[in-house]
């Protein structure tokens, strides 16, 4: 791996990888190629009907014929990248506590399955290395940093190109200044800025996420109406929708009218009947 220097960001010592080639952010054909003009985001996997951030959770989706998938990081209390959205075990598993007091073999020893129903006993708790590797077809991936700090984002970056994923892999968070971080480390990864509106007008929206480098701006859907979606587009942003109510096929028709370019979800198999119901394959 080829790396070079960078002055020392906020007290930490950060490196570039200068091994994360992709096509430049203006052309956005990474995201748009390979996918097609809708992107179907498998949301934790096809986390609706399995136990999400799972490896089966994955596999299924990918088996409905998605390309892409989300999952979420933690970190261990030895420093190891684990599949998991909460901070705590106690949701998915049948352990308690948080993720970043266990070692990694505590939390591998986890039954990630079992709160889902009996049927999915003996499911466990991925690392990011496994989901890198194990999963066929090789998925395309938006990678949620959920770890406190900045400290990990250097071992993610070098898992990704320990895996020959720099081309599949985006990365997004909500906690919006790692989005940098991650930048000074791979300038050209794809970045995604997940918001809430929290009643900011949509052009504080769209430059919040140009300021932090990202090349799509995610709201939350219900903050998304075509006027949105078409600002956005003029400032060359992409846009992703999140937080898909119960209605799910409803919402989904109503981001398609709005125009954006993604949606995730933990309906896959809904998403992909509407997209090809309307040509957006």
């Not at 999400?52 to 990248?81: C, H, M, P, R, Y």
């Not at 406190?148 to 895996?163: C, E, H, K, T």
């Not at 078409?230 to 992703?240: F, K, M, N, S, T």
Request: proline share 6%; glycine share 6%.
């Amino acid at each position: 791996m080829c790396r070079s220097p960078l002055s020392p960001i906020i007290g930490g010592s950060f490196r570039t990888f200068s091994d994360f080639s992709i096509l430049p952010r203006s052309q956005l054909a990474f995201i748009h190629s390979r996918s097609g003009p809708m992107l179907n985001i498998a949301h934790r996997g096809f986390s609706a009907q399995y136990p999400e951030n799972t490896i089966l959770s994955f596999q299924k989706a990918l088996e409905l014929g998605v390309t892409w998938i989300e999952l979420d990081l933690q970190t261990t209390a030895d420093d190891q990248l684990v599949v998991m959205h909460d901070a705590t075990v106690d949701r998915t598993t049948d352990g308690t506590g948080p993720v970043s007091e266990k070692t990694l073999e505590e939390v591998l020893a986890l039954d990630a399955g079992i709160h889902r129903d009996e049927v999915f006993r003996n499911q466990r708790v991925p690392t990011f290395d496994q989901v890198l590797d194990q999963l066929d077809p090789v998925p395309r991936i938006v990678v949620e940093l959920k770890f406190s700090g900045f400290d990990a984002i250097p071992r993610v970056l070098d898992a990704i190109a320990s895996a020959g994923a720099q081309s599949r892999t985006v990365i997004s968070s909500f906690d919006l200044p790692k989005l940098p971080r991650v930048k000074a480390l791979a300038p050209e990864m794809p970045l995604t800025a997940l918001l809430k509106a929290e009643g900011r007008e949509t052009q504080e929206l769209i430059s919040m996420t140009i300021d932090l480098g990202a090349h799509t701006i995610a709201p939350r859907c219900s903050d998304i109406d075509r006027s949105l979606v078409e600002q956005a587009h003029d400032a060359g942003l992409l846009v992703r929708a999140w937080g898909l109510g119960r209605d799910q096929g409803e919402e989904m028709s109503r981001m398609m009218d709005c125009g954006v370019d993604g949606m995730t979800t933990d309906c896959p198999d809904i998403l992909q009947r509407l997209v090809r119901e309307r040509g957006l394959t």
